[in-house]
């Protein structure tokens, strides 16, 4: 091999490892960025209402299968898994009750809302004693799942969960559109700025995580106990 082919294979091998490297370096930086994106997008902060009415939803969920559990008892009591409504009492008492009303609605929502000048200032005097109700029928539910058997409290057990379902949406509704609204508007854009911040870290605090990620799986796991797994199944018929 002379010296002039000897230093034109060198040149093509240098040439042909930076090449690679300026075609690699692009893809990497551009795979490097897409990453931060979906990182920034994930980081994107949930506003306290938002929050608020993503917890509104697994409630809501809840109130599904209680309505379920009370058909069943109803028209075929054999069929009403128990321990999977004493796992979703269980759920409610935890994320709604314990968390949701207490922590955060008559800890920082109510006690604002109370002083405001206007007609929804007399609505968390009602709320909160509705909490109160629902607390009591959580702990018949509770009761009653955790026997394992419904012995003569059948009829007792679906009349409370329709008055508790006959109560829930409303008072959800109400907190929705009315109170959460009026309650960001009196904190200004800074202070419910903040409130998202300190409800962020409660629910961390509480649960050791992203407590809405734990619940959302576990009222999943129920309905489809309870066969409500697929949403398409309670698109009614055609009318007529």
Do not use: C
């Not at 009303?101 to 005097?125: C, G, N, Q, S, Y």
């Amino acid at each position: 091999m002379n010296i002039e082919t000897s230093t034109r294979r060198r040149f093509l091998a240098t040439f042909g490892v930076a090449g690679t490297g300026l075609l690699i370096a692009p893809a990497l930086a551009m795979a490097a960025e897409k990453g931060a994106e979906k990182a920034r997008e994930k980081e994107q902060p949930v506003t306290a209402n938002e929050d608020l009415m993503r917890e509104h939803g697994i409630i809501r969920r809840a109130l599904l299968v209680y309505a379920e559990a009370a058909r069943r008892i109803r028209d075929a009591t054999a069929s009403l898994p128990l321990a999977a409504l004493a796992d979703t009492a269980t759920l409610f008492r935890s994320f709604a009750e314990d968390y949701h009303e207490r922590a955060l609605e008559e800890t920082h929502i109510f006690p604002v809302v109370r002083r405001l000048k206007t007609p929804v200032a007399k609505l968390p005097d009602i709320l909160t004693a509705q909490h109160q109700r629902g607390r009591e029928i959580t702990d018949f539910v509770l009761r009653v799942g955790r026997r394992g058997t419904l012995d003569a409290d059948g009829a007792a057990l679906a009349t409370a969960l329709e008055g508790f379902i006959r109560m829930y949406d409303p008072h959800a509704d109400r907190e929705d559109t009315e109170v959460f609204p009026a309650w960001k508007a009196a904190l200004g854009a800074h202070g419910y700025e903040e409130m998202g911040e300190r409800f962020e870290a409660i629910e961390h605090r509480t649960f050791g995580g992203d407590g809405f990620d734990e619940a959302l799986a576990r009222i999943a796991a129920i309905e489809a106990t309870f066969g409500l797994a697929d949403l398409a199944a309670v698109t009614p018929p055609p009318p007529g």
